[in-house]
């Protein structure tokens, strides 16, 4: 062999690469810079923590897990009509009601998971396109749980750990998605440098080949869908306890579809991906619809389709491809030296 | 290298079973008797029987179609038999299901390259060595890897000579050192016996080499099944020779014996004349 | 006795309307390969131009009916070619994307052009009359519809199975790779199927409106419609189409009939059950 030997070099070398570096925070401070730019924003910095916190539970699944769901509002509708029942009920105490949203959430993806991840491709999409027709459908007839049609009301938020009161400026609602939103970001970044985050990717990259190096791909995949429901699940019961409303498009196709194009839009399987998508999407959305909401759906449609035409990883790809070039030039112009 | 048995050819070219039972229980790692598979009406595979004991290296050729491919599919467990046993270090696994095979001491490479594309070199077979040891379920971990997964592909990139191109994305790499990481993911299971499937298909004979050197390389007490196309390959490297012919086994025994053989002659430059 | 006449008419009536807009998609989508969301905007296209053609340019029912389905696969034929073939044999997620922002646009613009409401596509009045078959009370314009859809039924099951296009058809959709090495010329039978695809689904967009009114939110809410009876029949398959087609129409009106309540919750749920148990579909192939 003439290669040379890196004894102990390798190892050390591929232990420090994944680990977590400060400036992975820069999109959590991103959102929390917020205020910032006037109270007024607060709203809807709110509904973009809570959209992020959905888009990661859905990069587990689409992005780093390869499978293409659009059904996940499943859960987050889930999630959002458990905590607002339970709020309308008098049991309106948030962090119980987000347990609460996560339990049913991830129950419901272990139920779902089991039988949808048995098959792939169009027949998954086809299932999990079911699925969420048939909750709404199911949340649309059963009025007198979920208010049916027209929403779930008489959600009732009672003070944040007894001592934040949720105002009418969102104050509290900010602080509170905001801080939820950094658990799960750090779950989800270190899940996904362990060994079970590894082994999802490679389920994804090869299927055949990872049954063939001793991977049970059926139950991993199930595992990590349960994880990504119960994310899911989180942003709903947030959404609910924040807006103090629960819409039936909080279980609908549409929404399906709006978080699988924030988390393209974002980048796939990129995790900060997750962070850009709905930031991009909810303030064009913001600025766009107070024009002819027509309007906005022209934008939107004729920018999904640019992304997936020419930046197919998103913003996130977009932007690592720059980086990635510029330091070829830069290796360029020092070997010339 | 040392047999424990050794092939008798009857008339008609076929293995005995019986001297297949008698001395190979005990230190064959890889044993089949009577292995059929049929597809429908096509025989694909009939009757074959040999055995591969502790750190011998033999290998299967035949013209295509032969059955080879379907041997080894029948081998990891990717296809069911029709009829026959497998036994893997004296256990029967014929009804085990691929990835429990691999438990058993079981790695297998495929003919067209199947790695983990977006994933550098280290992190294919480190992957392979951390499942193998049951490590895939921690969710809890700093690491991607245990030191014990990492320092093990270090070992197996060093045996095949791979240590250089760690970090590379293995999507990145050239064809020929894509194969080699074929063979690191495979050895990173720890295996016992080790199936190759073609490892030099696709490679222009230059390169050869590497595969031959990474081959040489490979731990003593290891068993190799290695099916090639290439003679010059399996000479230089095998010390025993199958020969598969229309599902059946059609001569047995060392390299020059089967060189020499006139049924092999028969079923080699006979597919030629058609 | 009365209502399961209606009911069967009625049924047969959507089967026609569902088996004209979803067959081209079960073609394509074996075809190709290619998840395309985007189908049903072809039916919503026929529409508005069959409407368009009988209002501005005053023609005639049936010529607009009749004219209609060419000009809308030579749309279809250019939005393939520009758009479409960019993203044969690309990742599921991009292809189920740009089909998404392609129902966007087309809604947008369909918006744009013609508001948000429905409209109605002038129909001759002798159409809309009551007329009684078999002592049951319909109107003509579903005995039409009927006829329209058998009789391209038909025609399509002929041309697939007794032409050469046909068969070639049926070959790539068995077998990509292999029809090309038989030296298919895959990227024209691509377009022309494409095209063909999205000229039924315009008939059956523009003859089918007063079952599935033409609004700009066609394509989206009548999606899982087309979605489902692909589903059921499974991918390149005419047959299944019209099988799948029937019983999606017969499931529907039935539960219209005497569940309204609870008719889609029926469909999906069998849907959803079907697929666990046929993967597949009726009469797709296995992967």
Redesign the interface.
């Known amino acids: 062999m003439t290669d040379i030997a890196l004894t102990g070099n390798v190892a050390t070398q591929a232990l420090k690469k994944r680990h977590l570096r400060p400036v992975e925070f820069l999109p959590l401070l991103a959102v929390c810079a917020a205020p910032i730019f006037g109270e007024q924003y607060l709203p809807l910095a709110t509904q973009i923590a809570i959209f992020i916190i959905f888009c990661l539970s859905l990069d587990l699944l689409?992005g780093f897990g390869g499978i293409?769901t659009?059904g996940h509002s499943v859960f987050f509708g889930l999630g959002a009509y458990t905590s607002g029942i339970l709020s309308a009920n008098g049991y309106g105490d948030p962090l119980t009601g987000l347990a609460a949203g996560a339990a049913v959430a991830a129950v419901a993806s272990l139920a779902l998971g089991a039988?949808v991840l048995?098959?792939h491709?169009?027949?998954l999409?086809?299932?999990t396109?079911?699925?969420v027709?048939?909750m709404q459908?199911?949340a649309n007839?059963a009025t007198d749980l979920t208010g049916g049609i027209d929403g779930l009301v008489g959600v009732s938020t009672q003070p944040l750990l007894g001592i934040f009161e949720f105002d009418l400026w969102g104050k509290t609602g900010f602080g509170y998605s905001v801080a939820v939103l950094a658990v799960v970001f750090l779950a989800v970044r270190l899940l996904m440098a362990t060994p079970f985050g590894l082994s999802i990717v490679a389920i994804r990259d090869n299927r055949l080949r990872a049954s063939m190096v001793g991977i049970p791909v059926g139950s991993r995949q199930l595992a990590l869908y349960v994880i990504a429901g119960l994310l899911a699940g989180v942003a709903g019961a947030l959404q609910s306890q924040i807006t103090q409303f629960v819409s039936i498009n909080a279980i609908g196709?549409?929404l399906s579809?709006e978080i699988?194009?924030m988390l393209?839009l974002g980048g796939?399987g990129r995790i900060y991906g997750a962070f850009f998508g709905p930031i991009v999407y909810l303030i064009a959305q913001d600025i766009f619809s107070k024009f002819d909401p027509?309007?906005w759906?022209?934008w939107?449609?004729?920018?999904?389709?640019v992304?997936?035409?020419f930046a197919?990883g998103g913003l996130v790809g977009l932007a690592s491809h720059l980086g990635k070039s510029s330091i070829v030039r830069k290796l360029m112009s020092e070997k010339e030296k | 290298m040392e047999y424990s048995h050794f092939a008798l050819l009857t008339d008609e070219g076929m293995i005995e079973k019986d001297m297949a039972k008698a001395n190979v229980t005990q230190s064959s790692a890889l044993r089949v008797a009577g292995l059929s598979k049929s597809f429908g009406d096509f025989k694909a595979v009939t009757d074959v029987s040999f055995s591969l004991s502790k750190g011998e290296r033999r290998a299967l050729i035949g013209p295509n179609g032969a059955g080879k491919t379907t041997l080894v599919n029948l081998l990891t467990g990717a296809f069911t038999p029709t009829d026959g046993t497998i036994w893997l270090g004296g256990k029967d696994v014929t009804s085990l299901p691929a990835h429990l095979r691999i438990q058993e001491g079981l790695a297998r490479t495929f003919q067209i390259t199947n790695l983990f594309n977006s994933l550098t070199v280290l992190e294919n077979i480190a992957l392979a060595g951390a499942e193998r040891k049951g490590e895939g379920w921690h969710m809890f971990r700093k690491n991607a890897f245990s030191t014990r997964a990492l320092e093990q592909a270090e070992r197996v990139m060093d045996l095949i000579g791979l240590t250089r191109d760690a970090f590379i994305e293995v999507s990145d790499l050239p064809y020929g050192r894509q194969r080699l990481v074929e063979l690191g993911i495979a050895l990173a299971l720890d295996p016992k016996i080790l199936v190759l499937d073609e490892p030099a298909a696709g490679l222009p004979s230059e390169d050869h080499d590497i595969i031959l050197a990474a081959l040489d390389a490979l731990p003593k007490d290891l068993a190799v099944l290695m099916i090639e196309h290439d003679i010059e390959l399996v000479f230089r490297f095998a010390s025993h020779v199958t020969v598969l012919a229309e599902g059946k086994v059609v001569s047995d025994g060392s390299g020059e014996f089967v060189k020499n053989d006139p049924k092999v002659r028969e079923v080699y430059l006979g597919e030629s004349t058609r | 006795m009365d209502i399961v006449l209606s009911i069967l008419i009625h049924s047969v009536a959507f089967t026609a309307l569902l088996y004209l807009i979803s067959v081209g998609l079960s073609v394509t989508?074996g075809l190709m390969g290619f998840?395309n969301l985007a189908h049903g905007v072809f039916a919503m296209v026929g529409g508005y131009v069959t409407a368009t053609l009988i209002t501005a340019v005053h023609l005639p029912w049936w010529a607009a009916i009749a004219l209609t389905p060419f000009i809308v696969s030579g749309i279809g034929v250019v939005v393939e070619k520009v758009?479409y073939s960019?993203?044969y044999g690309?990742?599921?997620?991009?292809q189920?994307?740009?089909s998404?922002?392609?129902?966007?646009?087309?809604?947008?613009?369909a918006?744009?052009l013609y508001g948000?409401l429905l409209i109605q596509i002038p129909m001759p009045a002798s159409l809309l009359e009551p007329i009684q078959v078999l002592g049951v009370s319909t109107s003509s314009y579903k005995l039409v519809l009927v006829a329209v859809g058998a009789s391209v039924a038909l025609a399509v099951l002929y041309a697939l199975e007794r032409t050469t296009l046909g068969a070639m058809i049926r070959a790539a959709v068995e077998n990509r790779t292999m029809a090309e090495g038989l030296g298919l010329n895959t990227s024209l039978l691509f377009s022309g199927t494409f095209a063909l695809g999205t000229g039924l689904a315009a008939l059956g967009g523009a003859i089918g409106a007063e079952l599935f009114p033409i609004t700009?939110a066609y394509g989206?809410v009548y999606l899982?419609y087309f979605?489902?009876v692909v589903?059921i029949a499974g991918?390149g398959t005419v047959r299944g189409a019209f099988i799948a087609s029937f019983l999606v129409a017969l499931i529907s009106t039935i539960s219209a009939y005497f569940l309204p309540?609870?008719g889609?919750?029926v469909l999906?749920?069998g849907?959803?059950l079907l697929?666990?148990v046929r993967?597949?579909g009726l009469f797709g192939r296995v992967?």
């Open positions: 689409v293409v659009i039988i048995r098959v491709g169009f027949t999409l086809m299932l396109l079911c699925s027709f048939l459908e199911i007839k196709f549409e579809g699988l194009i393209a796939a027509a309007f759906h022209f939107l449609g004729t920018m999904i389709v992304v997936v035409l197919p | 989508m998840v758009l960019r993203l690309k990742a599921e997620l991009d189920v994307l740009f998404i922002g392609l129902l966007f646009v087309a809604s947008a613009v918006q744009e948000p700009p989206f899982v979605m489902i589903a991918l309540e609870y889609t919750i999906f749920a849907v959803f697929l666990l993967p597949q992967s």
